[in-house]
């Protein structure tokens, strides 16, 4: 199978303006010479993130690892937290640079996130958190999670790193737990190239927030806390702020290829598409399928077929976190403990998709996918 163009193909790619619209952004800066510390930009962000997100307040950091780093120091969490092993590594590092011990549980079958149904099991004295994530922007079980942590007075803490914009039952996916993190990275759906946030419920949580990541200064001679330096720069609000009047209409071309990849893929035996739950508003940030049995080549064979046609989708997620080497010798990294993930992990493949992946691009891959029960690829 030829690829109808020649220029490797990636799993993503930014989303970049046009520079033109840029440029007025940086001459304001170069102006008014504030270039960090809660600018004008910054300001400005975090509220049009308010009333695009449809949340009441909401920090924005450098990077999204520091964003879960400060939350769960926000919330005061120590001792253990519940967590999946089906995720980026940031997750469960966050937890190891706060001190705190990563307790994993296993995974959905259906939605790959947080299975409900293991987490009471796993509580213990030392318990104090839950902190699931929003896997591929699909929204956890986050009534069954709620009644969870109600029950045993744990805090909940979401890695939302994929969910910006998603929707469940109407409103913000981010409007759940006790606090939710979000991703600004690159490669997200909406980027200010390096950036995050934490979406909190109230005012008060946001002062001890926006404190926490400026070093603890409460003014220039009074620090309360041991703070970070986790602060977005005004460069990247204000690209942020550029990148927000166009996502929409970015959100609009990864549905039609979302949809295209699934009318495609349809017929392919043993190709499994991961679907939205009902009443949730998917952002398509991400296309995964889990090649199953039924399919005539193994994950990694079509993995590498992918790659000989410079197409450079990604196993995501593999390894598990709980198979690196900082955690698979904790009890609950067991593999024999967590059978869903680990079976997930070695059928996922990303399929790329982003705004401008061309129509001709998408059905050269459903063809590379499809060509087992056609021709024969050499493994």
């Known amino acids: 199978m030829n690829m109808p163009k020649k220029t490797p193909v990636y799993v993503t790619q930014p989303l970049l303006p046009d520079l033109q619209d840029f440029l007025p952004y940086l001459e304001t800066i170069w102006e008014n ?17 308010c009333d695009y997100l449809g949340v009441k307040h909401i920090c924005l ?18 001792g253990e937290v519940i967590t999946t092993p089906y995720s980026f590594v940031a997750t469960a590092h966050s937890l190891l640079w706060n001190g705190i011990k990563p307790v994993f549980v296993d995974v959905d079958p259906v939605t790959l996130n947080l299975d409900p149904r293991k987490i009471e099991a796993a509580i213990t004295p030392h318990t104090t958190a839950i902190m699931p994530v929003h896997c591929y922007g699909q929204p956890c079980d986050v009534a069954s999670i709620e009644k969870i942590a109600d029950n045993y007075n744990l805090k909940v803490i979401y890695d939302a790193a994929h969910a910006f914009g998603v929707r469940h039952q109407g409103t913000s996916v981010l409007n759940y737990g006790d606090l939710s993190v979000i991703s600004f990275h690159a ?26 990541k400026n070093f603890g200064f409460v003014d220039e001679v009074t620090v309360v806390a041991a703070g970070i330096n986790g602060k977005m720069s005004e460069i990247n609000a ?32 043993g190709i499994h598409c991961l679907t939205a739950g009902e009443g949730d508003a998917a952002n398509h940030a991400y296309f995964p399928i889990l090649v199953g049995p039924a399919y005539p080549l193994s994950r990694d064979q079509l993995f590498g077929a ?31 403990r967590l059978p869903i993930a680990q079976r997930a992990s070695s059928q996922v493949i990303c399929l790329p998709i982003y705004p401008g992946l061309a129509d001709d ?17 050499d493994s």
């Open 61 to 78: 950091f450098a990077n999204g690892t520091l964003a879960l780093m400060t939350a769960l120091q926000a919330l005061r969490i120590s």
């Open 361 to 377: 691009i998408v059905a050269a891959i459903v063809a590379i996918i499809a060509a087992p029960f056609t021709t024969t690829i």
């Open 306 to 336: 992918l790659r000989e046609q410079e197409i450079y989708a990604r196993r995501y997620f593999y390894p598990l976190i709980s198979d690196f080497p900082m955690y698979r010798d904790m009890p609950s990294a067991a593999p024999a």
């Open 238 to 269: 204000a690209f942020g702020l550029l990148q927000l009047k166009g996502i929409d209409a970015a959100r609009e071309q990864r549905r039609a290829i979302d949809a295209a990849y699934r009318v495609q893929l349809a017929g392919v035996p």
């Open 33 to 49: 010479k504030v270039l960090t510390n809660a600018g004008p930009f910054h300001q400005q962000l975090e509220q049009a993130l």
């Open 187 to 212: 490669t997200k759906i909406f980027n200010t190239f390096e950036g995050g946030a934490i979406i909190c419920p109230d005012a008060k949580t946001k002062l001890r927030i926006d404190r926490l």
